[in-house]
C-alpha cells in the first residue's frame, strides 16, 4: 500500500529502477539483448511491480519521466555490460504518452549519447493498442526516433487490434509476439497458428522477431523450427537487478 505523493517521491529520488530481463537468439542461444522492466524497490526491502505503479504515474502525467529514467539508468548498466565484454541491446518501454511529445526523441537521443552509447543500440517498446490508438499523431514522432536510428518494437503484438494496413504505416522495426500465443504454443493449435501467422508477417514487413514468454524447452523447440529469432521468457532467466545480470546470463550458458 503506498499513496501517489509517495510514490511521486519515489522517482524524484531514483527508488524506481529497471531490472533486466535477458533476451536469447534462438538459434545459438547467446544473449543478445535485455529488456529493462520497472521495480520499485522501497526502504523497507519490498519490491513493487509495475502494474501496480505504472498507471499512476501515467494518470500523474510522469510516465515520461519513468521512461527516461529507465532510459537513462539502462543505458549506465548497457555501458558497463560493454565493458565486460557483453554486447548487448537495451529495450526499454515507452509510455503512449512519448507518442504526443514532439521533443521525446531529442531527449532519448542525448540520454544515449551521454552514455557514449548510439541510438541503434536501444529498442524502444510500445503496445500495439498504443500506437493504434493516436495512429495519426504519433507516426511523426515514430518516424523521428527511426530515423535517429533507434529500434521500435511493437510489443505484446496480437492482443491489440490493429488493422493489418496501420500497422504497416509505422516504421517499426521489431515485433514481439505476446506470451499468452507463445507460453504453451507446442501444446495448443490455435496458440501456435497465431505465432506462425505472426512469424509471417513480421518476416514480409522485414521485421526482428522476438517472443516473450518462453517457459519450458519444447516451446523454445518450436519457435525455433518456426524460424522465430529471439526469445525472453523464464526458461532463459527471469527480470532481474543489474548487479545480478551477469551471473543469470552465466547459469544460463
Ligand atoms: O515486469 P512485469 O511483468 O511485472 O511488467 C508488467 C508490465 O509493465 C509489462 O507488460 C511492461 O510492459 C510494463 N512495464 C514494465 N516496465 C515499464 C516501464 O518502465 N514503463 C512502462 N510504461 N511500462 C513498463
Ligand atoms: O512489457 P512486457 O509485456 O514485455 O513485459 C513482460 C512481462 O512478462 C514482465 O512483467 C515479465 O516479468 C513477464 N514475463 C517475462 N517472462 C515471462 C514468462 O516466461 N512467463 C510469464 N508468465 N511471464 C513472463
Ligand atoms: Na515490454
New binding site residues.
Partial sequence: EFGVPALLAALEQGEIV??F?PQAELGNGKIVGVE????WERSDGSVV???QF?PLL?REGR?QA??ER?LDEGCRWLRQWNRDGMRLALS????PLALADAQAADRYQAIVENHGLRPDDVVL?L?ESSVMADAACGLSVLARLRLKGFGLSI??FGTGYSSLAQLAQVPFSELKIDKEFVCGAHLHSRKRAMVEASLDLARKLRLTTVAEGVETAEDWQLLAELGCEVAQGWLIGR?VPGSELPAAIARWR
Fill in positions: 529497471p531490472w530481463q529493462a522492466l520497472a521495480r511491480r509495475p502494474l505504472v501515467e510516465a519513468l521512461t529507465m526499454v518501454n515507452v509510455s517498446e503496445t510489443d505484446d527480470p
